[in-house]
């Protein structure tokens, strides 16, 4: 008897254990959804009885333009964010691997980004990209400096082509960027471009402030993409997403590329292979269930993109930023209408399925998470 | 141990029984945080508690934030306080779902608070189908705040009361030609200032179907001249100045000019406190020799689902008392909204704040003048207007593209 009650102790422990979780979970996420779910359905506005007008708001829904302006954003800034700031993060962990000394500091300043808050990174960011404000002052001073940096550059490259070709055609051992033929066409460079500007060959241009707005304007970028430009307030803020994002991604990263093992590496540069060829044949295909992770958690994340919209609020148009996540909270917070609770949940409903898309399509292309 | 736990347990039980029978009945009141929470609490501990004591308590809660969408949220679950702040900006939605009771009835038999003693159109706008639902409890609109030494120093006469448009814009161009420090005026490019402006024009919001139109002529050149202010370099963007707002603008220093309400002074107060500024009345628009302004007002309603509405109006009446209203304007926090205070000792100071606080009280009457709301639609009505106001200020689009534009909009996204 004690027995069989030891044994149904120990077989309800785990059930008991999981128990806060669950409860959490059932009524805030599982309660929530199934509401939300129901309130699709229906045209609810909180003070009203709920009736039901089965696909009203679904069909109400692809026949508003703001709403059709959210769908698209998202879309462009869940695929663009998501896969450069996978590739970034890719690049960057491979980098910041190498045993070199005081790397730690670096891999900390690398990942300061992610735990800084994003509301005081958006509020800065929308100083940095005011009318007059220092992205535009940069590109200004660029501008101005230009023939110097086209001087510079060209310089540099014909100077280490030069040595490097030199080397080679002596049949002499020499990688294409050697180091030390880089830093000595970097001052070669550097001493051309002070010469030319102590003798007056080339002045600083006299160039029109760049007043580019960035934030508060419907244009879109590229121009020349047609349908598939984006608008640019949107750009500013995948550019702060990218940024602040890539960290968090990097170090995953980073601790899958401690368990590849360093016999493949030598085995590959026995057989000969250049750098290049071992990040893609070795390093990529052996981190391909970490992409996989990545690429998940950052569609999964772009696309409920709402903070930075919000935080930026009437700095830009509303059709520029407006992601799905944020057109769910205007329309059930309208300033002063009726909150649309119906519409609202109809859209949540929609970003619902859309994330399951996502992973889905995202998942039969890796042919990962399968084992 | 159990006959203890037992015999503590029952004397809490009486107690808590015995203590909630000989309780006050408890009124609640909701309003905004922030600055405003010492003046309330002060009101309260002066004028409301000493003439309750023992028959009413008054618990008031404070919304730190987002105070409507709190209270919005309270009275859908239920929770909301008896008597709440209603900003006229939202002021229709709640009134039109029955939240909101009715104060007809409770205003005849009142002694103390009538109708008539309230400024017109201020209690207008809490009127719909001749009800009251409101008590307005303060108000503001807009003047024109001006830099009394850049004035001085470029020679130029004051902005008076009197002026057109186009004398106006005279004055500013002068001060702001002066000297490349100098700036004209501060203009915000939204419909909340430059509304003021259409409204002297003769042009109203909606038409009697309930349409806007952007097309308008007398709207087209209000429009017109509020961006050409900016074209011709008389008006600066705050923005431009790394401003948030006028207000914020102005305080520099460099401004000679910005558009504000009274709000500006207590934030003037503290921010310029040298700033030697003075108020006029809003430019009258040559073509109907009218003004335009809106009201911006918040008054004290009462929720229909309130279980103490005979002691929660009895609140209310304290709340808007002669006395109330009369120490928070003699503090210089808000204008009041009793038709009595007009003639105030306060309002014959000669302090720069005293008369600013005057003008703007006479400006709510002057003119062309709403209230400072948009029916059911709310901030989303005057999205395309924005939009079309900033394209234009900055160098984005002609004014008739952005107009054709704003009326699309208007027509597809906004009236639907």
Redesign the interface.
Known sequence: MLNKIKEMKEKMSPYLLLTPFLFWLVVFFGYAFFRAFYFSFTDY????EANFIGLGNYIKLFN???FGRALKNTITFSVIVTTVQTFIALVLAVILNQKIKGIKIFRTIYYLPSITSSVVITLIFMWIF???GIFNYLLTLFNRYQEYVLLFLTIFILTHLFMVLKEKFLKRPVKVLEPSYIVLSLIIATFAALGVNFFGIIGIREVADVET?WL????MIPAWAGPFAFPRPLAAIMLLNIWTTVPTMMILYLAGLQDIPGALYEAAEVDGATTWQKFWKITVPQLKHITFLVMTMGFIGTLQMFDQVAIIGGQA??ESTVTLAYYVYVNM???????AVGLASAAAMILAILTLIFVYLQRRITGEGRE | MKKVLVLTLAVFLTLTIVGTAAAQTEVRIAGFGGNDQAIVEELIARFVQPELEGEIEVVYEPVADNF??VL?NS??AGTAADLFYMDI??A??LI????VEPLNDYLAESEVLKRDDIVENLIDGFTYDDQVYGIPKDFNSLALFYNKDLFDIAGVEYPSDDDTWMEFEEKIAAVSDFSEDFEGLAIAPSFERMGAFSYATGWQDFDEQGNTNLLDDRFVHSFEWYTGLEQEGHAILP??M?ADWAGGAFANGNVAAAIEGAWVIGFLRDQAPNLNYGAAKLPVYPGTDERGNFIYTVSWSMNAESEVKDEAFRVMELLTSPEAQQWVLERGLAIPSRKELADNEYFKQDSKEAQANLTVFESASDGHVYPY??G?????WM?PIN?AL??VM?D?MSAEEALEEAQERME??VLN
């Open positions: 506005n909180l003070f009203n508003e333009y703001l005011q009318k007059q707005i508060n304007t419907r244009e148009p509303l917070f309208p300033s002063s209408a009726r909150p | 409507q969408q919005l009275l859908s900006f939202w229709q939605s039109d779902n029955g939240l923005a431009d790394g709301e948009f059911e639609y709310g901030a989303e999205q939009t900033t394209e900055t984005q597809r996204d």
